[in-house]
């Protein structure tokens, strides 16, 4: 494994039954990057992360995370090596209140000792603080963007050294966007933080990733240059061209 490289995919294989998605996907994660994920829908992004995550089987490959290989272990396993996840859709618990949602979150991490959540909770809502005022409110009741920063944040509080983002732009009003961006630059910058992005929205990518590859029918394909995320005609181009 490189040394620079802190998760290594290689030949990636995977899908749904006999629905075969990921067809030999292969590519590297530097320590403390943003790596996008480009690709029009069907391409095989959020298969890739679910694949990565555990939630589905490598068929074949290879899955390395700091050196060790992953593509065999279980979900929760993954999850205490470093790896969080924010899936497309956000999907937090809707009849859990805020504080619940972010407890369950962390429980694993502090082995299920109340403390070690109540100390977790508390960090994670330094981080946050606009959830303080949502604690006790239901995830449900939330907005699109409260519940993508609750998503985030549950995500976090199992303090990931790889955080895998799946569309977390979707259905939010470009104000939060923003705000996420910043986010997510301040948490690289103070926790090393290193990011797996999947995305549409070219300028929120754009402004938070240091590469950019493009996944064409389950595959990896060439690398974008950052200057040509600008520019949606040259992004077409790009795909176009794998």
């Keep these: 494994m490189s040394d620079t490289a802190m998760m290594e995919v290689a030949e990636l294989v995977s899908g749904y039954g006999r629905i075969g998605v990921l067809r030999g996907a292969s590519f590297a994660v530097v320590r403390g990057e943003c790596l996008g994920i480009l690709g029009h829908n069907g391409m095989g992004k959020t298969t890739l992360l679910r694949t990565i995550m555990g939630l589905l089987a490598c068929q074949s490959g290879r899955i390395r995370f700091e050196g060790r290989a992953i593509e065999r272990l279980a979900t929760h396993q993954r999850a205490r090596l470093g790896l969080g996840y924010v899936p497309q859709g956000r999907q937090i618990f809707p009849a859990l209140t805020v504080r619940e949602n972010l407890l369950f979150g962390g429980i694993a ?74 986010r997510l630059h301040d948490l690289r910058a103070r926790y090393g933080l290193s990011i797996l992005l999947v995305e549409q929205n070219l300028d929120f990518i754009r402004g938070l990733a240091n590469r950019a590859l493009l996944i064409h029918r389950g595959q990896i394909g060439r690398e974008i240059p950052p200057a040509a995320l600008a520019d949606p005609t040259l992004v077409e181009e790009f795909i176009a061209a794998v």
């Design 109 to 182: 991490k502090s082995g299920g000792a109340k403390s070690g959540a109540d100390d977790i909770l508390a960090r994670i809502l330094g981080d946050f603080p606009e959830l303080k005022r949502l604690l006790d409110r239901p995830g449900g009741a939330l907005s699109g963007g409260e519940q993508q920063l609750l998503a985030l944040a549950r995500a976090l509080c199992g303090k990931p050294r790889l955080l895998l983002l799946d569309e977390p732009t979707e259905g939010i009003q470009p104000s939060i966007i923003a705000a996420m961006s910043e």
